[in-house]
């Protein structure tokens, strides 16, 4: 399993991101994937996962209604569109080919001023 994710900045309160997860090394089109965080000093936090398909989604409660993840099984590539961030949401950004995050690549950095 490789993954690397990619579209991390530096953005103001109120502003949008998106992350890609580039996937190679097993057969995506198949596989659960999921988007983790860990900010500056805590543990690493589950925020979104989508199934196979892409048509079933689900994210923690404090990213739900801004935070989109979305699949193209034919790029073999996953996003995390990021509407409305926060500073809370400053953290490095992973995705995952596991409910726990032990694939998970080498992530990308979002940070939100407050």
């Known amino acids: 399993v490789q993954l690397v994710e990619s579209g991390g900045g530096l953005v103001q309160p109120g502003e949008s991101l998106r992350l890609s997860c580039a996937a190679s090394?097993?057969?995506?089109?198949?596989?659960?994937m999921y988007w983790f965080r860990q900010a500056p000093g805590k543990g690493l936090e589950w925020v979104a996962s989508?199934?196979?398909?892409?048509?079933?989604?689900s994210y923690t409660v404090s990213v739900k209604g801004r935070f989109t993840i979305s699949r193209d099984n034919a790029k073999k590539t996953l996003y995390l569109q990021m509407n409305s961030l926060k500073p809370e949401d400053t953290a490095l950004y992973y995705c995952a080919a596991d409910g726990s995050g032990a694939t998970r690549g080498p992530g990308t950095q979002v940070t939100v001023p407050s």
């Open positions: 090394g097993f057969t995506f089109s198949a596989a659960p």
């Open positions: 989508a199934n196979a398909g892409g048509g079933s989604t």
